[in-house]
């Protein structure tokens, strides 16, 4: 089994690593500080379960969680000293499977670690799977992306920003929402609408895409933008947008 504990105090990390190891002696613990380095430990690393702190220094919990369940089902168990029941639904209803509230005792730790894995046995993760969407194939797994069969260079903000969008096919995306997935909810009021357009700029030139007749990003001015589906439907991609509330201005 592997166990991903992200937290950025190391006694949390020795007392989770220490219930997890009491109780799966051969379970490999994956360790992550902060937010950035959770995400990309959970795409290559692939845990069995994820047991995440909500306060991170570069993102908080909910973020670093919105941003794997674009790509990953991997059960994920949040631990905070928060303990409200509006941040307990906000974290379930995001998609957490379970909640801890710090301090916790090893028995309701290793209680809870048990009963999550339990109803995760054959819970299928297709959103790890490579997706298609008409000439467009991409393993976000394995951060790779390919354009009529030809491979596409994408910077780790473009890959980001193109999964996001993919996710949310036929769904205007707004700059806000694309902040929040990219760079953490507590970076919205610092990156601004020019940022966003920069990358979405590059990202839809290497992907081949016109922004006056644009196949996949469409923009929505003053608001966001939305993935267009081509007619060939993709894995996890299945709905045709209507354009006729999108700009085709970039």
Not at 103 to 108: L, Q, R, Y
Not at 123 to 136: E, F, I
Not at 153 to 182: D, F, K, M, P, W
């Amino acid at each position: 089994m592997k166990v991903l504990v992200v937290d950025d105090h190391q006694n949390i990390i020795d007392a989770v690593k220490l219930c997890i190891n009491l109780r799966w002696p051969t379970a490999q613990i994956c360790i992550a500080y902060d937010g950035e380095s959770a995400i990309e430990t959970v795409k290559t690393e692939m845990p069995d379960i994820v047991i995440l702190d909500i306060g991170l220094p570069d993102m908080d919990g909910y973020a670093v969680l919105d941003n794997l369940r674009q790509f990953s089902n991997v059960p994920v168990i949040m631990l905070t000293v928060r303990d409200s029941d509006v941040d307990i639904a906000r974290g379930l209803e995001m998609g957490a499977d379970d909640y801890i509230s710090k301090p916790f005792s090893h028995v309701e730790l290793l209680a809870r670690t048990e009963a999550v894995l339990r109803r995760a046995v054959g819970r299928s993760d297709s959103r790890q799977r490579p997706l298609t969407a008409g000439d467009l194939w991409a393993d976000f797994e394995r951060g790779e992306v390919l354009v009529h069969e030809k491979p596409v260079q994408l910077t780790s903000t473009e890959l980001r920003i193109l999964r996001h969008l993919i996710y949310n096919a036929g769904r205007v995306v707004t700059h806000g929402s694309l902040v929040a997935a990219i760079w953490g909810r507590q970076q919205e009021e610092e990156i601004d609408t020019h940022t966003i357009t920069v990358h979405v700029r590059h990202l839809r030139s290497k992907l081949g895409d016109r922004v006056d007749s644009p196949k996949y990003i469409a923009t929505v001015r003053g608001i966001g933008y939305k993935f267009l589906v081509p007619t060939t439907v993709a894995t996890a991609v299945n709905q045709q947008p209507s354009n006729s509330d999108v700009n085709q201005d970039g």
